[in-house]
C-alpha cells in the first residue's frame, strides 16, 4: 500500500466475533484529508481519497475473510457512499435502502468494535501533541458518523460536535467555533435546558473571538436570546455566566447595529431552540447505487 493507518495496529480492526457486515465509516473532509474508523490516512504518492478508502476497507476484508460493508461520508462532495467491500478489493455501492437495517442492536454492535470514547482519545491526543489539524479532522469524522448514525441530539454526538468547536478555537478558526458551539448550546436550550448554561457560555467565549462585524450582530442576537430565556428559568446560577450575558449584551450595544429586544410572544421570532436541530451543517446528498469512483473490479486493490 501507499498509505497506512495511523497508528497501524491490530486495535484498529474489527473484533472477529463481530456480527456479519459490520459497517466500518471512512469521513473524507473539504480539504481532501482523509479518515477510516477515526484514524487519520497518510497519502502518501497523493493517492485520491476514494482510493485510500477502499484499499483499507478491503484490508479488513482480507483479515475478516468476509465482506464488509461501510458508509463513507465524503463532505469533498457533500455526499454518502453506502459501500460493500469484498476480500478480493471488488466493491461495489448500494442504495440506501440496501443497506444494513438500522436498529439499536446494530448501532451497539458497530461502537463496540470501534468505541467513540477511544476516538475521542485519538483526538486529544493529537490535540496535545499540537497536531491540531489531524485532531480537527477526526473531531469532525466522530461528529459527522455519530449525527448520521443517532441524530444530531444525541449525547454522544452533542458532546462530539463540543470537541470539534474546541479544537476549532484551538486553531483560531472563530468563526466555525461559533457555528459548532451556538449549535451545540442551541439543541441544549431545546432538549435540557437545565443542562444549558455551561453550553451557551462555550458558545459566548468563542464569539467574543470574532471580528466580523455582520457575524458578531447576527450570532449575538442568538446567544442574548438564549442568555436571556435562561435568566427567565432562574438558570443563571454562576456570577460568570451573569457576567458574560452582560458582555454580548454590551458589545451588541456598542455595534453599528441596535439590540432588538426578545420576542414577545414564540410566534414573533425564532427564539433560541425552536428551529432546526444543526441548520449550519450543510446537507449530504442522498445515496444512490454504481457511483463509479467507489465501484472497483476483482484485483484492483494496491498491496
Not at 459490520?22 to 493517492?47: C, F, K, P, Q, W
Not at 501533541?129 to 452533542?158: C, I, K, N, Q, W
Not at 467555533?177 to 442551541?186: E, G, H, I, K, Y
Request: hydrophobic share 40%; net charge neutral.
Amino acid at each position: 500500500m501507499s498509505h497506512s493507518l495511523t497508528p497501524r495496529d491490530k486495535g484498529n480492526l474489527p473484533a472477529l466475533s463481530a456480527p456479519p457486515l459490520i459497517r466500518l465509516d471512512a469521513y473524507v473532509a473539504e480539504d481532501g484529508s482523509t479518515v477510516v474508523n477515526g484514524h487519520l490516512l497518510e497519502m502518501g504518492g497523493m493517492r485520491p481519497p476514494n482510493e485510500a478508502i477502499l484499499d483499507a476497507i478491503a484490508m479488513f476484508a482480507r483479515t475478516l475473510g468476509a465482506p464488509v460493508a461501510a458508509t463513507v461520508i465524503d463532505r469533498s462532495v457533500r455526499q454518502v457512499a453506502r459501500l460493500r467491500v469484498y476480500p478480493d478489493g471488488s466493491s461495489r455501492t448500494i442504495a440506501e435502502e440496501e443497506d444494513l437495517p438500522p436498529g439499536r442492536e446494530r448501532t451497539a454492535a458497530e461502537e463496540e468494535a470501534f468505541p467513540p470514547l477511544a476516538r475521542v482519545e485519538r483526538i486529544i491526543q493529537h490535540a496535545q501533541r499540537e497536531e491540531l489539524h489531524a485532531a480537527y479532522v477526526l473531531a469532525g469524522a466522530l461528529r459527522e458518523h455519530l449525527t448520521l448514525r443517532r441524530g444530531a441530539e444525541d449525547e454522544l454526538s452533542l458532546e462530539a460536535r463540543a470537541i470539534e468547536a474546541y479544537i476549532a478555537h484551538l486553531r483560531g478558526d472563530y468563526m466555525i467555533s461559533t457555528v459548532l458551539a451556538l449549535t451545540v448550546a442551541r439543541i441544549r436550550c431545546r432538549t435540557d435546558l437545565n443542562r444549558a448554561a455551561p453550553d451557551v457560555a462555550r458558545a459566548t467565549a468563542a464569539w467574543q473571538r470574532l471580528q466580523d462585524e455582520e457575524q458578531v450582530a447576527t450570532r449575538g442576537q442568538e446567544l442574548l436570546h438564549m442568555w436571556d430565556r435562561l435568566s427567565a428559568q432562574g438558570l443563571l446560577q454562576e456570577a460568570s455566566h451573569h457576567t458574560m450575558a452582560q458582555a454580548v449584551r454590551s458589545r451588541l450595544e456598542r455595534g453599528p447595529r441596535p439590540v432588538e429586544p426578545p420576542p414577545s410572544s414564540p410566534a414573533a421570532a425564532l427564539t433560541a431552540g425552536q428551529g432546526p436541530a444543526a441548520p449550519e451543517d450543510k446537507p449530504l446528498k442522498p445515496t444512490r447505487r454504481g457511483l463509479r469512483r467507489f465501484t472497483r473490479l476483482p484485483g484492483r486493490s494496491a498491496d
